[in-house]
């Protein structure tokens, strides 16, 4: 719908339609992996339609024009409380205050945002973006308390009067092994190592930096590395190029500024300036298992990127809640731990592990405690069948190739200035032409044209069609020649 009414050049009802479901246009049009370009059907033409440079045009848009959210009509009186100012803390909080309630978020750091502040550098998320989407939730009326860590849940439950609690705490703390070393002080974990950086301190690194870790985190720790002055950034990961949990792209990225990769190797002790590294092989099931072979790689600092795990020790204090290791056990329907009133999500509970995932949690969570609250129950919508490639019938689609954004030349990425810019109006009214809308009637007229029995009604610009089961004979013409797939041919009953 929003990309409709790009395509409309309504885009100040574009924000609006968006942010209905995702108060962070402009974040996320930067640091989504958008995995629904992956599922994109334009894929099987020219390429997937760049979502996410639509999305961030529309945010950016609504930072430059001040765009704000339009405050409920009526408060309802309830008070919930958000434990951490995350994407998935504020995103909850958000959808809230839609809704009418207080909410009050208290949050450890000295800033709001979570890893979007402390962990994702600023060179792909610059931090006057951050500041301007998550203050227009406070001006919805959000309090965010911050520089407080929350010990006893029950007890400020209590003493603040709070209907409800949202437990988004995130997975804070680094996984750890221990490699052999006389100064324990080169090897620094990658989060407070990123934390550090992101909050204005140079940490002390050598000429030489092995970061050992495949996802993201190790990615973004390599360039961080690389921009403090590191000659060599190198990445040694246990497994293959395959199966590293980065994203491809955050990979290729750290390639192309200079990050070396080690593959299939396991460091096992750091000298002064040399690290003696395992080399690894794959078994027969794929999995990595150490060689007896050694070798030795320069590097005089380690960062360990290894994983993290959610702080979740004071909540393992509260009678009937439930764990998985470190992560809080949730009902995946509710997102409801297994004590009444307090739900829970983002990083702290089974999932995926991004920006989006914790911000679609958070209005999912909005929305079930809303629901408690009034003590309605859950009824799960009905999902229609997706219309995929080879249920269209299309018979133009342009011919536009995705519009490319502009980004910053390796050399000039010596510093943290944003890498990718942005569309310009022109451009992502183009890309926005570029959805076939797959599933949504776009009002060709094709089936009111091809119907034989003039069945079909035409009811007026945005309100589509109305079909006359009298007269359909059920031919089918109308469904066979729809582009769009948004005809369904139902047997009768
Ligand atoms: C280096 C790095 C790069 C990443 N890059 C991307 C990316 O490009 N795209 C993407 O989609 N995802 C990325 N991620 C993952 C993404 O940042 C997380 O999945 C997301 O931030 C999780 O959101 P959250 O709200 O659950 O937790 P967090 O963002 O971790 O926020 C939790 C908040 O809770 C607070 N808190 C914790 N305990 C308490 C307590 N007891 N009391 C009060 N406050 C507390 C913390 O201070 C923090 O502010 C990256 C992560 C890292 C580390």
């Known amino acids: 719908e929003w990309l409709r009414l790009v395509k409309e050049h309504a885009d100040e009802a574009a924000w609006r339609e968006l942010t209905r479901n995702n108060p962070f246009p402009a974040i996320h049009g930067r640091v989504c992996y958008h995995p629904c370009e992956t599922a994109c059907n334009r894929i099987e033409l020219d390429g997937a339609v760049s979502i996410h440079s639509v999305e961030r045009y529309l945010g950016d848009l609504a930072i430059a024009n001040g765009w704000q959210f339009a405050a409920p009509v009526r408060q309802t009186g309830r008070r919930v409380l958000v434990i951490g100012a995350g994407p998935s803390g504020l995103s909850a909080a958000y959808q809230l205050a839609l809704l009418g309630h207080s909410v009050e978020i208290r ?31 406070t001006a919805l009326g959000v309090t965010i308390t911050l520089n407080h860590t ?98 491809a792209d955050e990979r290729d990225e750290a390639v192309r500024e200079g990050v070396k990769m080690n593959w299939l190797r396991t460091i096992n002790s750091l000298d002064d300036d040399q690290m003696q590294v395992e080399i690894m092989e794959l078994d027969e099931n794929g999995k990595a298992r150490g060689t007896g072979r050694f070798e030795t790689l320069e590097a005089d600092t380690v960062i360990l990127a290894l994983g993290q795990e959610a702080d979740s020790d004071f909540l393992k204090v509260i009678p009937g809640m439930q764990f998985d290791g470190d992560v809080v056990q949730v ?47 859950h009824i799960e919508r009905e999902k229609h069948d997706l219309a995929t490639f080879d249920k269209l019938n299309l018979w133009y689609w342009g011919d536009n190739r995705r519009t490319t954004q502009p980004e910053l030349a390796v ?68 469904y066979e020649q729809c582009p769009v797939h948004a005809i369904e041919m139902i047997a009768e009953r």
């Open 107 to 137: 949050d450890s750091s000295d800033a709001p945002g979570g890893m979007m502040r402390y962990g994702i550098p600023e060179y792909r998320l610059p931090r006057d973006v951050l500041d301007a989407e998550v203050a227009r939730i």
């Open 150 to 247: 929350v010990a006893d849940l029950l007890e400020e439950q209590r003493e603040g009067n709070f209907d409800a609690v949202f437990v988004a705490i995130g997975a804070h703390l680094s996984k750890r092994v221990d490699i052999p070393t006389r100064d324990a002080g080169r090897i620094v974990d990658a989060v407070t190592f990123l934390r550090d950086v992101a909050s204005g301190e140079t940490p002390v690194i050598g000429r030489r930096v092995a970061v050992y870790g495949g996802g993201n985190t190790a990615m973004d720790a390599a360039r961080v590395a690389r921009r403090l002055g590191a000659e060599e950034s190198i990445i040694v990961y246990r497994r293959t190029a395959e199966q590293m949990p980065a994203h």
């Open 331 to 377: 009902d995946p329907k509710t997102l409801m731990t297994d004590v009444p009133g307090i739900f829970a999500g983002g990083d702290a509970v089974p999932s995926e592990r991004t920006v989006t995932v914790g911000v679609g949690h958070g209005k999912k969570a909005a929305r079930m405690i809303d629901l408690w609250l009034n003590s309605r129950p």
């Open 411 to 478: 050399e000039q990425r010596q510093n943290f200035d944003e890498i990718v810019g942005g569309l310009s109006a022109d451009e992502a009214f183009t890309e926005a032409w570029r959805c076939l809308s797959c599933g949504n009637c776009i009002e060709c007229d094709g089936c009111l044209g091809s119907c034989p029995e003039d069945a079909v009604i035409k009811l007026g610009k945005g309100l589509r069609y109305r079909y006359d089961y009298a007269k359909c004979t059920g031919c089918g013409t109308c």
